[in-house]
């Protein structure tokens, strides 16, 4: 989720940078206030897996925007991931929609097409949350990893434009409802950060390496992505204090990048984060877009295939929106299955309305590159 930076040192940046805080701000009650639907769309134009946003289809081929076939409840949806348990495959998304004080939704499907609510992470946002981030009103992009016997779900606390903001931890033995041993119990605070620091703690994501060493990536806005160790036992920051740096945007006005996830395939560790605007009030000012980079290390670098370090702004786009019947896809996560085949989960605006809809995809390797398949 978006989180503008606010240290604009002059008065006219202050007075944009305020005009920007009022929209997202408009954004996020317009989404909270969206009344969760059983929705199926009709084939819609647009969009290609080669990264360019387009109209209508490439040579007649269906293209990922083209070709939207997901049922059920599939909008407001924002920032999903993934997992599997089972045969059944489980969506944790940003609050949105859900009716009462419930905190990150879940959604279960056992074909990937048909969506259903399963229930919630939380009742309600945990007591914690409003006393280390006070203008939280909401739980933003859940992770869900496994790891150490249990399921960890990372999430986030923020509000737009603030970096006063953290990261708390949810387990659980089970995904399935209905497991007698279905339980999430919250863990607590990760760690956070505050209107001093150069980075925010928001958009937690996890890689459990080949090697069974555990890396959170993290950031959005401020100084960009960043990394630290867990310790695979306790599931909060382990003893090794460095922090890793691995994306940024510094020619860019106030560094919009975010929403990564990062996966070991192969012989590379590519790193996907999403450029731009995620939440503009007006839909086709929604700017989003889903890039990558590739390196051999998880620390990086990263590189695009340009050969740009994403430390120095690189990234290959993987998926821009068309302008016409989708804008905006980011908040993605990518999952890495043998068995099953990888996917990438993410959520696009649907135009003119501007709702927010769940797309999970099947992602291919060509030439070692991620494409994304409709």
Not at 56 to 63: I, K
Not at 155 to 173: C, E, K, P, Q, R
Not at 316 to 325: C, D, M, P, R
Request: glycine share 12%; aromatic share 10%.
């Amino acid at each position: 989720m978006v989180a503008m930076n606010w240290r604009e040192t002059n008065r006219n940046g202050r007075k944009r940078m305020w005009r920007l805080r009022v929209a997202h701000r408009a954004a996020r009650a317009s989404l909270a206030m969206a009344l969760t639907a059983m929705i199926v769309l009709p084939s819609c134009g647009g969009g290609s897996g080669g990264g360019e946003g387009s109209g209508g289809t490439s040579g007649g081929s269906p293209t990922v925007f083209s070709n939207y076939h997901l049922t059920g409840l599939v909008t407001p949806v924002r920032d999903p991931s993934i997992a599997q348990q089972n045969g059944t495959y489980y969506v944790f998304s940003t609050d949105a929609g859900l009716p009462g004080p419930q905190s990150l939704p879940i959604l279960c499907s056992t074909d990937r097409v048909a969506w259903k609510q399963c229930g919630a992470v939380f009742q309600q946002i945990p007591a914690w949350v409003h006393q280390q981030v006070p203008l939280a009103t909401g739980l933003w992009a859940p992770d869900i990893s496994f790891f150490n016997g249990l399921y960890h779900v990372y999430y986030a606390a923020s509000s737009f434009a603030s970096n006063v903001s953290a990261i708390g931890l949810a387990t659980n033995a089970t995904l399935d409802p209905t497991d007698p041993n279905y339980q999430w119990v919250d863990q607590g605070e990760v760690f956070g950060s505050t209107a001093s620091d150069d980075f925010n703690a928001i958009d937690p994501t996890i890689l459990v390496d080949s090697d069974g060493s555990v890396w959170m990536t993290y950031g959005s806005f401020w100084s960009g992505i960043k990394q630290r160790q867990m310790d695979p036992t306790t599931g909060m920051l382990g003893p090794e204090a460095t922090i890793y740096s691995l994306a940024t945007r510094p020619d860019v006005p106030y560094d919009p990048i975010e929403g990564s996830s990062l996966v070991h395939k192969g012989n590379y560790y590519y790193l996907f984060v999403s450029f731009d605007s995620c939440c503009n009030s007006n839909p086709y000012l929604t700017t989003y877009r889903i890039m990558v980079g590739r390196g051999t290390s998880p620390h990086g670098p990263f590189l695009d295939m340009t050969g740009t370090d994403m430390m120095q702004g690189g990234g290959t786009q993987l998926l821009a929106g068309n302008g016409v019947t989708w804008n905006a896809p980011g908040g993605e996560t990518v999952r890495i299955d043998a068995s099953n085949g990888d996917l990438i989960v993410f959520h696009a605006i649907h135009l003119p309305d501007g709702a927010a809809y769940l797309f999970c995809n099947s992602l291919t390797w060509p030439d070692d590159w991620p494409q994304i398949q409709p």
